[in-house]
């Protein structure tokens, strides 16, 4: 009887220890910013804010794979040890290994820290530009194969409409801004002529449907370019025609 009384004392141990265990790893994964999860067929870091929750921070532009799933999260483990240490307040941009880099310094305007780098990225990169976007909570920051945000360049505004005209394709993406009658008034003079107040499919939220891309990544980055000039942008559920 005593054996069966110490054995079961032993198993009420064991199953209090895995609570306390579960319930820390679960206390300690509430109190990261910075952590990574899938995000429309590719991978995020995601930064948890006070007042909307988890935010998309930065944006892969390819393909979901183990490689880019662990890339991702050793630099949110990057962002949340600097963040930990509060080197976070002066990051600056330098260069590694002849690759740009998204580093943290000692102080402010100081060089890169040894092993202070947060994100190495592809050379040619306008590192200060993606800099920018991060410190000004331009958010996201989609990176790709090249890690270049859409270029203004293809654009030629006001233009009579802005996304892909080709008639047979079958799957389209839709990029949004919300709606205000400001909004799609300053769109349709200075940017998209052909901008519709329009209901997202799936919602009953009315947006301003400012163009369609056949390609994904396009609809991301134009997103992406009417957040910097209107203040938003989304991509919305891909329709079939």
Same mark, same amino acid.
């Given at each position: 009887?005593?054996?069966?009384?110490?054995? #079961?004392?032993?198993?009420?141990?064991?199953?209090?220890?895995?609570?306390? !265990?579960?319930?820390?790893? %679960?206390?300690?994964?509430?109190?990261?910013? $910075?952590?990574?999860?899938?995000?429309?067929?590719? &991978?995020?870091?995601?930064?948890?804010?006070?007042?909307?929750?988890?935010?998309?921070?930065?944006?892969?532009?390819?393909?979901? %794979?183990?490689?880019?799933? /662990?890339?991702?999260?050793?630099?949110? /483990?990057?962002?949340?040890?600097?963040? /930990?240490?509060?080197?976070? @307040?002066?990051?600056?941009?330098? =260069?590694?290994?002849?690759?740009?880099? =998204?580093? &943290?310094?000692?102080?402010?305007?100081?060089?890169? !820290?040894?092993?202070?780098?947060?994100?190495?990225?592809?050379?040619?990169? @306008?590192? #200060?530009? +993606?800099?920018?976007? +991060?410190?000004?909570?331009?958010?996201?920051?989609?990176?790709?194969?090249? *890690?270049?945000?859409?270029?203004? *360049?293809?654009?030629?505004?006001?233009?009579?409409?802005?996304?892909?005209?080709?008639?047979?394709?079958?799957?389209?993406?839709?990029? $949004?801004? *919300?709606?205000?009658?400001?909004?799609?008034?300053?769109?349709?003079?200075? $940017?998209?002529? /052909?901008?519709?107040?329009?209901?997202?499919?799936?919602?009953? !939220?009315?947006?301003? #449907?400012?163009?369609?891309?056949?390609?994904?990544?396009?609809?991301?980055?134009?997103?992406?370019?009417?957040?910097?000039?209107?203040?938003?942008?989304? &991509?919305?559920?891909?329709?079939?025609?």
């Amino acid at each position: 009887m005593k054996s069966t009384f110490l054995g #079961q004392l032993l198993i009420i141990a064991i199953l209090s220890l895995r609570g306390i !265990l579960a319930s820390t790893q %679960s206390t300690l994964a509430q109190s990261r910013s $910075y952590h990574c999860s899938e995000y429309q067929g590719s &991978v995020a870091i995601f930064l948890r804010t006070t007042h909307r929750g988890d935010v998309p921070f930065i944006v892969w532009n390819e393909r979901l %794979s183990s490689q880019l799933g /662990d890339r991702c999260r050793e630099i949110a /483990d990057r962002f949340q040890r600097a963040d /930990d240490n509060g080197t976070i @307040n002066f990051m600056t941009t330098g =260069i590694v290994n002849n690759l740009p880099v =998204i580093c &943290v310094a000692g102080f402010n305007g100081g060089p890169c !820290l040894p092993n202070g780098t947060l994100i190495t990225l592809r050379a040619n990169t @306008n590192s #200060q530009a +993606i800099l920018d976007r +991060i410190k000004n909570r331009q958010l996201p920051v989609i990176l790709g194969d090249s *890690n270049n945000l859409l270029s203004t *360049n293809r654009f030629n505004f006001p233009m009579d409409t802005c996304g892909d005209t080709h008639r047979n394709a079958s799957t389209w993406y839709p990029v $949004y801004v *919300n709606y205000r009658e400001s909004n799609l008034r300053l769109i349709r003079s200075q $940017y998209c002529r /052909d901008a519709i107040r329009n209901r997202r499919e799936g919602s009953k !939220l009315h947006s301003i #449907q400012v163009a369609s891309f056949i390609d994904r990544e396009d609809a991301i980055r134009f997103a992406e370019l009417m957040k910097e000039k209107v203040g938003s942008g989304e &991509v919305g559920l891909p329709s079939r025609r």
